[in-house]
């Protein structure tokens, strides 16, 4: 499972997420292909400069992602505490 994402680089919190599965019978070439689509879509919706979009493959959840990659956690405040509890993000969705 791959999940595609969109960060807020100011806070660092998560706005939306999708969980990405390969089809029954698809080939390995056509998720990829049809997961770039995906994203380049993601990409005009949310594309604003102080979004990022972030594909993390091999992730089952955005706490899975954050674990082998904290450095898209949430950015502290001046006084070192995180900027924001975690919300849900807006999106949760799976692709099969």
Avoid at 14 to 37: A, D, H, K, P
Wanted: aromatic share 10%; no cysteine; hydrophobic share 25%.
């Amino acid at each position: 499972m791959d999940l595609l994402m969109v960060r807020d680089r100011a806070t660092g919190r998560f706005l939306y997420t999708e969980r990405m599965e390969r089809r029954q019978g698809e080939t390995s070439w056509e998720y990829v292909r049809r997961s770039v689509r995906r994203e380049a879509h993601i990409r005009d919706r949310f594309s604003a400069e102080t979004q990022q979009v972030i594909m993390g493959w091999g992730a089952d959840s955005v706490e899975d992602f954050l674990k082998s990659y904290p450095e898209y956690g949430p950015v502290p405040t001046p006084d070192g505490s995180p900027n924001g509890e975690p919300e849900q993000p807006e999106g949760e969705s799976v692709d099969r």
